[in-house]
């Protein structure tokens, strides 16, 4: 199966891989399933159009398939056609073999390279422009893999891929005349490059030879973070960052996670299961289960760790003691009292970083109450902030909206982009109700208006349909 998911706990879209030799009792055409986060069927599209080459969503959450002709259709997720854009004439006629998506500064970007292995860039999936980067030397040789590297802020993002053959790895950055030859430092032998994967900050790169060797260092590739031997010398299916801290490698049914200070933790799946990276974390979908992968937070770390004796810890404590009505309650204040504004931030940091919502109203209950020990008015800022939104997060989680976003991937996306995604899946009320809640000036009037347009769309298909039904 092609398994591809939207960023920021978006819809997954879910396709028949057929390269893959199966018995199945269905029509000849593929069809691509969409389903939301807890494995509920959003839609379906029958694929009538040309040989799907790679599936990808978009910002607003659309679904985008490259074609081999070098077309690129978009739906949305309830299945409905959008539009097309093409890549351009040469693309058409030497027709794409390879596609990635990739985030950047200016939206998702797309890469591809066709079959005479010419490259070619589009930035921004949303107002596309195709620009072709140099040439590899020697053109015609076999491409053993690639990627696409993006760094840089959105004024000036450095655009380019990686691509190897054999042991060459070269770069070939958009605005260059020539691709550049890279001479990352590996210290055990190989004969070929099979895996490269940058993280999405475009500050590190991961290489995986083919005798079983993880590199992991800079983008530059000036320097090195460590030489990991994974053990196994096949090309894993998925290899993704976790975040910008790990890296994560998928063989078979066995997930390894390999970290910047060589260690490595493995985990076994009962049956097929598929990495969804993320910002911040990765997203594992399994056939019974989706899952959530990420470094632990070092504030939670300090607070829950064993033993602690952390600021937080204590405050934690002193607010259990509190709630008991126990006279330990001033003694571990005492104790926090000089680091009392740290304290109550870790608390209010962890509780953001926390999923289930228990433990959420203990950690603020935590802070409140040495939030009450202190005259520090950005502490209450952020407290009132915080706690607005875990409310708006823990109710878009709620499996009837399921949309698994962290604290941190909310405020990268910023309130009106959650609003949208909201409207996009069509739940006008519970939009309307967060806008509202947070405050947002225009908010409760545009959620209306999209409404009001939606209702008069779905009116006019009802009439629509009833007028085919009456002449036929």
């Known amino acids: 199966m092609i398994v591809t998911g939207a960023p920021y706990g978006g819809p997954i879209a879910v396709i028949r891989d057929r390269k893959q030799f199966v018995r199945v009792v269905t029509q000849s055409k593929p069809v691509i399933t969409i389903y939301n986060c807890v494995g509920n069927i959003i839609s379906k599209i029958l694929w009538n159009s040309g040989v799907l080459v790679q599936l990808g969503w978009s910002d607003s ?94 004024a000036a993002a450095n655009i380019g891929f990686l691509v190897s ?115 911040d974390c990765v997203r594992v979908v399994s056939e019974m289960t989706h899952e959530i992968i990420q470094k632990v937070p070092v504030v939670m770390e300090k607070i829950f760790r064993i033993n602690s004796t952390a600021p937080g810890a204590y405050l934690v404590e002193a607010s259990k003691q509190f709630q008991k009505r126990s006279h330990q309650a001033d003694e571990y204040i005492r104790l926090v009292k000089p680091d009392l504004t740290s304290a109550v931030q870790d608390c209010i940091d962890a509780a953001s970083y926390e999923f289930d919502p228990e433990v959420q109203k203990m950690l603020i209950r935590a802070a409140q109450f040495g939030k009450g020990f202190t005259m520090d008015a950005n502490i209450t800022d952020t407290y ?47 939009a309307k109700h967060v806008a509202a809640y947070l405050q947002m000036k225009d908010g409760p009037t545009r959620v209306l208006s999209h409404w009001a347009c939606y209702k008069v769309i779905i009116i006019n298909s009802l009439f629509q349909d009833i007028s085919h039904i009456v002449y036929n």
């Open 61 to 154: 959450e659309q679904l985008l398939c490259v074609q081999e002709s070098g077309d690129v259709l978009i739906y949305d997720m309830f299945g409905a056609y959008q539009k097309t854009f093409s890549l351009g004439q040469e693309v058409r006629d030497t027709k794409v073999c390879k596609a990635q998506f990739f985030p950047n500064p200016n939206g998702i970007g797309l890469g591809v390279i066709t079959t005479t292995n010419r490259m070619f860039l589009v930035n921004n999936v949303s107002e596309p422009k195709i620009r072709n980067v140099p040439d590899l030397p020697r053109a015609n040789e076999l491409i053993t893999s690639w990627s696409v590297l993006c760094s840089g802020s959105r």
């Open 165 to 279: 053959r054999d042991k060459e790895l070269y770069k070939c950055q958009l605005g260059e005349s020539r691709a550049v030859l890279m001479r990352p430092e590996i210290r055990n032998p190989y004969t070929q490059i099979l895996s490269i994967v940058p993280s999405q900050n475009g500050r590190h790169v991961a290489l995986f030879t083919d005798s079983g060797f993880l590199w992991i260092g800079s983008s530059d590739f000036r320097s090195k973070y460590c030489e990991i031997d994974t053990g196994y010398v096949k090309q894993p299916k998925e290899f993704v960052w976790c975040g910008s801290q790990a890296i994560i490698a998928h063989w078979e049914d066995v997930m390894c996670i390999y970290g910047f200070n060589g260690n490595t933790s493995n985990f076994q799946y009962d049956g097929p299961f598929h990495i969804i990276p993320e910002m």
């Open 384 to 430: 009132v902030k915080t706690c607005r939104w875990l409310r708006v997060l823990n109710s878009v989680r709620d499996p009837k909206v399921a949309i698994p976003l962290t604290f941190l991937q909310v405020q990268n996306l910023g309130e009106r982009v959650l609003i949208d995604r909201l409207i996009w899946r069509r739940l006008h009320c519970l």
